[in-house]
């Protein structure tokens, strides 16, 4: 199990950090484009033509009239510090006179490139874009008279804490429900374990009980072949024994076949004839009322006529002559069962009750279950866990359900609800 559990706990991290880190991608792309979406208006409004820009560019200010641009060193050309990663330069220049002016308090580009930047920007087809070489993101004016410049590294600068965040996000996230899948794990296994342990005290049980009927068998016929003198009535007591045992084992592969069947029935249609269903438990009365004398049981039935269903006549024969015959292994001498039939809400609803057995609070949501034997006092009734199992999975096909309710005042009673 702990294998199982580290394979749920790694597939659902990886599952959740697969989906995490997507979302987490396209929203940090979307931010970086809504980034690039914001220099270019940024960039616009740098460049638009205000009154002191247009009086300027009519006083002609040439390079020399205008402060003296700081120069930048070749190996800086593309480590600008974060002051200058900020900054957005803006060139004018003239195409009649070839005069180029650098506006910026910490610009991006040496002033001798200047003409060279110009020539490479007038020939791009886009009035924005990159220049990788340069390192620079560059916006041309309508009028072509006007360049703005940005660092490649200012939308970086713009979202690196925003990225960091959503990196902190992430692993705070993924360490989360690390805690969440190690929780999920336990209780996603604990079913399958008590499953598995219920399944392995039913091997060992199936297999006393298959053992211990073969080896009765077996004393049996070695008793007969001691005696060939014999005749049958003076062998009877042990044909008699050896048959009890081969019907002991054949009700426990039955049971086994039953269920194997319904479960490969899951995607077949469910039975659809109608049924009377007064009769049907009439008549699973009538057959259960000799076993019902024998153990000294009182079996009582309240059956109004004409009650129809859509089901299996043969699926609710077996339901209630199995539940009759449960309540019937746990009843002592002396008891009473009721058998009853009602409609109600548009669904018939029959009932079992055993007035003096009674089951513990804490096996009632497991009775239903397979192989389940909670009760020493039930489960040493000879049964093996199954015939409930079959029966729930029986009710279920025909689209009903089946309800359990145990009280010491009331004793058991099992409710079947079918639709009409």
């Given at each position: 199990m702990?294998?199982y559990?580290k394979r749920?706990?790694?597939?659902n991290?990886?599952?959740?950090g697969?989906v995490?880190?997507l979302?987490?991608t396209?929203?940090?792309?979307y931010?970086?484009?809504?980034?690039?979406r914001?220099?270019?208006?940024?960039?616009?409004a740098?460049?638009?033509?205000?009154d002191a820009?247009a009086?300027?560019?009519?006083?002609?200010?040439s390079?020399?009239?205008?402060?003296?641009?700081?120069p930048?060193?070749?190996?800086?050309?593309r480590?600008?510090d974060?002051?200058?990663?900020?900054?957005i330069?803006?060139?004018f220049?003239?195409?009649?006179?070839?005069?180029?002016?650098?506006l910026a308090?910490?610009p991006?580009?040496?002033?001798?490139?200047?003409?060279g930047?110009?020539?490479?920007?007038?020939?791009?087809?886009?009035d924005?874009?990159t220049l990788?070489?340069?390192g620079?993101?560059?916006y041309r004016s309508?009028?072509?008279?006007?360049i703005?410049?940005?660092?490649?590294?200012?939308?970086?600068?713009?979202l690196k804490?925003?990225?960091g965040i959503l990196?902190?996000?992430?692993?705070?996230?993924?360490?989360?429900?690390?805690l969440?899948?190690r929780?999920?794990?336990?209780l996603a296994?604990?079913p399958?374990?008590?499953?598995?342990l219920?399944e392995k005290?039913?091997?060992?049980?199936?297999?006393h009980?298959?053992?211990?009927?073969?080896?009765?068998?077996?004393?049996?016929?070695?008793i007969?072949r001691?005696?060939?003198e014999?005749?049958?009535a003076?062998q009877?007591?042990?044909?008699?024994?050896t048959?009890?045992?081969v019907?002991?084992?054949?009700r426990?592969?039955?049971?086994?076949?039953?269920?194997?069947q319904l479960?490969?029935?899951e995607?077949?249609?469910?039975?659809?004839?109608k049924v009377?269903?007064?009769?049907?438990?009439?008549r699973a009365?009538?057959?259960?009322?000799?076993?019902?004398?024998?153990?000294q049981?009182?079996l009582?039935?309240?059956?109004?006529d004409?009650?129809?269903?859509?089901?299996?006549s043969d699926?609710?024969?077996?339901?209630a002559?199995?539940?009759?015959e449960?309540?019937?292994?746990?009843e002592p001498?002396?008891?009473?069962?009721?058998?009853?039939?009602?409609?109600?809400?548009?669904?018939?609803?029959f009932?079992?009750?055993?007035e003096?057995?009674?089951i513990p609070?804490?096996?009632?949501p497991h009775?239903?279950?397979r192989f389940y034997?909670?009760d020493?006092t039930?489960?040493?009734q000879?049964?093996?866990?199954l015939?409930?199992?079959i029966?729930?999975?029986?009710?279920?096909?025909m689209?009903?359900?089946?309800?359990?309710?145990?009280?010491e005042?009331?004793?058991?009673?099992f409710?079947?609800?079918?639709?009409?």
């Amino acid at each position: 199990m702990k294998a199982y559990r580290k394979r749920f706990i790694q597939f659902n991290m990886l599952l959740v950090g697969v989906v995490l880190l997507l979302a987490l991608t396209l929203l940090g792309a979307y931010l970086y484009h809504n980034a690039r979406r914001e220099l270019r208006m940024t960039m616009e409004a740098v460049v638009r033509p205000l009154d002191a820009v247009a009086a300027l560019r009519e006083d002609k200010v040439s390079p020399g009239a205008a402060p003296e641009p700081r120069p930048l060193p070749d190996h800086m050309a593309r480590g600008y510090d974060s002051e200058t990663r900020r900054s957005i330069n803006t060139v004018f220049y003239d195409d009649e006179t070839g005069e180029i002016t650098l506006l910026a308090e910490t610009p991006l580009i040496q002033q001798s490139a200047l003409p060279g930047l110009v020539s490479l920007v007038t020939e791009k087809e886009s009035d924005y874009g990159t220049l990788k070489d340069l390192g620079l993101v560059y916006y041309r004016s309508p009028g072509g008279d006007r360049i703005a410049l940005a660092s490649t590294r200012y939308i970086w600068d713009l979202l690196k804490n925003v990225y960091g965040i959503l990196l902190a996000v992430f692993a705070a996230v993924m360490g989360l429900f690390y805690l969440i899948s190690r929780r999920i794990s336990h209780l996603a296994v604990k079913p399958l374990e008590e499953a598995m342990l219920r399944e392995k005290q039913f091997v060992a049980d199936a297999s006393h009980d298959l053992k211990t009927p073969l080896t009765i068998v077996l004393a049996n016929n070695s008793i007969l072949r001691e005696n060939p003198e014999a005749t049958v009535a003076q062998q009877s007591k042990w044909i008699d024994s050896t048959d009890d045992a081969v019907r002991r084992m054949q009700r426990l592969i039955d049971g086994m076949l039953t269920l194997s069947q319904l479960d490969a029935q899951e995607n077949v249609p469910p039975p659809s004839e109608k049924v009377d269903l007064s009769s049907v438990l009439t008549r699973a009365a009538l057959q259960m009322e000799s076993l019902a004398y024998e153990q000294q049981v009182t079996l009582e039935t309240d059956i109004p006529d004409g009650v129809t269903v859509t089901g299996s006549s043969d699926y609710l024969q077996r339901v209630a002559e199995g539940l009759i015959e449960n309540a019937l292994k746990y009843e002592p001498a002396g008891g009473r069962i009721d058998l009853t039939l009602k409609v109600e809400k548009r669904r018939a609803v029959f009932s079992v009750r055993n007035e003096s057995s009674r089951i513990p609070e804490d096996d009632l949501p497991h009775v239903f279950e397979r192989f389940y034997r909670g009760d020493r006092t039930r489960s040493s009734q000879g049964g093996h866990g199954l015939g409930l199992s079959i029966v729930k999975r029986m009710i279920e096909r025909m689209g009903g359900r089946i309800e359990v309710e145990s009280r010491e005042s009331s004793g058991t009673v099992f409710r079947v609800f079918l639709p009409l």
